[in-house]
């Protein structure tokens, strides 16, 4: 076998085996390769109009091409994990004990503008409720959202001598009414008619609670019609009665009452009778 | 011009074409430096068809190898203040070349990889410039018909850079191991297992021929 380059009689010489011998015969036999004919005009003109393709800036940039969508995806990797780790749901969060904010104002006082002792208070449960960790769930979530259960009133205090109340309702502060008036608002649906200001009422206003549509005249307000089924038509009040009092104190025109009354009596004047009649809840 | 200044230009040019094919590499380039076209055209004339062949079997592309020659001598010529003759010009000349066939496969794996995902491609590097097809007949055309020759080609092809430089320099370029060595910058021992390893590595791949 003969070797085509300069190098063959010492490549002979050398200590090789047989495989090795083939491999470089087979090698050298591979004919040359020349250069273009026109290899040197087009030298002279990459000479004259362009330097050394490696002087290119862009060297760099292979390296972006990986760093960057990396970076990119961590940072957004990074931005999800951290807005998945913040936004802890609120169920999964065991309740202990939760303080939900009174459904109905703290209490109002205002003087009476007549010469009566009493104070016409407009009062509701100002009783901070706990929930109690036993509730269903959903109840607490509920709750949570700012719906208020008025059931969850009776069952608090069902409960307030057991450890299902906490030391905020033990010390919540004690209300303050005058004879007469207590803490649970009396309205034929136990609702409080809403009239702008959610807190104060007309006389009128508190009639019609209990079916009464009257306008004052003279000392008292006189009935126009009863709604049927009402408070007022169950105890006995008819149209044309004249409503003068309750539980003994004037029924004015500037009466106002805050929050709710608990009237048990109710003087009436029909055909120029004075008659007390019993509001029947 | 007057004839006879014509006639005189030829012969300065022909005295110089004659004298400097009598130089020595170092002559040649030291002739460069001072500016002498002519010694850098001299040199051109020497290694052109070596380093192309050299290319070409590296890179099995013809006009890739043709470009990296032509890159190699642009390399040489702006570096040509900063070039030593501590060594052999021609060792000097390979190691330029073999650094830029092994970043050009280096770029060919990137250009590999970035068409298989299809991103990211906008990079200007990746945007070749327009060439028309060389019509020519390549010069191993007849070879490469030859399955043989085409099967050792594609065998080179598959050595890992680090086998593939060495045995081209030495069974096909026939260049001696110290040289070898010093293109590498490797040593002596290295280069001489490497072209082992890599002549081991070809006598599996081209097995059928044995």
Same mark, same amino acid.
């Given at each position: ?32 390769i ?5 290899f ?23 390296v972006?091409?990986y760093?960057?969508?990396l ?12 807005n ?9 969060v065991p ?12 209490v109002?006082a205002?003087?009476v ?8 208070? +407009? ?18 979530a ?16 069902a409960?307030s ?12 502060p ?29 006389? +009128?206003?508190?009639?019609s609670?209990?079916g ?31 409503i003068e ?12 009452y805050?929050? +709710? ?15 007390e009649i019993?509001?029947?809840? | ?11 300065e ?25 002519a ?16 290319l070409?079997r ?35 000349i ?51 018909e ?12 598959t ?52």
């Amino acid at each position: 076998m003969s070797y085509k380059n300069d190098n063959s009689r010492e490549i002979e010489n050398e200590i090789l085996n047989s495989d090795e011998r083939k491999i470089a015969g087979m090698l050298g036999n591979l004919r040359r390769i020349e250069a273009p004919k026109d290899f040197d005009y087009r030298l002279k003109a990459r000479i004259a109009n362009a330097k050394p393709s490696n002087d290119r800036p862009a060297a760099f940039l292979p390296v972006l091409r990986y760093v960057m969508p990396l970076g990119l995806f961590l940072v957004v990797g990074g931005a999800l994990m951290w807005n998945g780790g913040m936004n802890i749901d609120n169920d999964s969060v065991p309740v202990v004990a939760e303080t939900v904010q009174p459904f109905v104002g703290p209490v109002e006082a205002r003087p009476v503008p007549n010469n009566s002792s009493s104070v016409e208070v +407009g009062t509701a449960a100002v009783v901070p409720q706990t929930v109690d960790s036993s509730q269903p769930r959903i109840e607490q979530a509920e709750m949570r959202k700012g719906k208020t259960f008025p059931g969850k009133i009776e069952r608090i205090s069902a409960t307030s001598g057991t450890s299902s109340v906490d030391l905020a309702l033990k010390q919540a502060p004690k209300t303050i009414l005058p004879p007469g008036f207590n803490s649970e608002p009396v309205s034929v649906n136990n609702t409080v008619p809403d009239s702008g200001n959610p807190r104060q009422f007309t006389a +009128g206003e508190v009639l019609s609670t209990i079916g009464i549509e009257a306008k004052f005249e003279n000392k008292g307000w006189k009935v126009g019609s009863v709604s049927k089924g009402s408070l007022a038509e169950v105890s006995g009040i008819q149209a044309g009665d004249s409503i003068e009092a309750m539980d003994g104190e004037a029924l004015g025109d500037k009466k106002i009452y805050t929050g +709710g009354f608990n009237a048990k009596k109710v003087r009436v004047v029909r055909d120029s009778k004075d008659i007390e009649i019993n509001l029947k809840p | 011009m007057p004839l006879d200044k014509i006639e005189t230009g030829r012969s300065e040019v022909l005295r110089t074409s004659v004298s400097e094919k009598k130089l020595s590499d170092h002559a040649l380039i030291e002739a460069t430096k001072n500016g002498d076209e002519a010694a850098f055209a001299e040199i051109v004339a020497r290694y052109r068809s070596p380093i192309t062949n050299y290319l070409y079997r590296f890179l099995n592309d013809y006009e890739e190898a043709v470009d990296l020659s032509q890159e190699t001598f642009v390399r040489v010529y702006y570096a040509i203040e900063r070039y030593h003759t501590d060594y052999a010009f021609s060792t000097y000349i390979y190691r330029i070349a073999t650094n830029l066939a092994i970043s050009e496969i280096r770029k060919r794996k990137r250009r590999t990889i970035l068409s298989l995902t299809g991103l990211f491609q906008t990079d200007a590097e990746d945007v070749t410039e327009f060439q028309p097809p060389d019509t020519r007949s390549l010069p191993d055309e007849d070879l490469l018909e030859d399955e043989q020759a085409g099967v050792i080609a594609k065998a080179i092809e598959t050595l890992p850079p680090k086998y593939r430089v060495p045995i081209i320099l030495r069974d096909i370029e026939g260049k001696t191991y110290e040289e070898i060595a010093e293109i590498m910058e490797l040593g002596l021992g290295t280069t001489k297992s490497r072209i082992s390893r890599a002549r081991g590595l070809l006598k599996e791949k081209l097995k059928h021929y044995f």
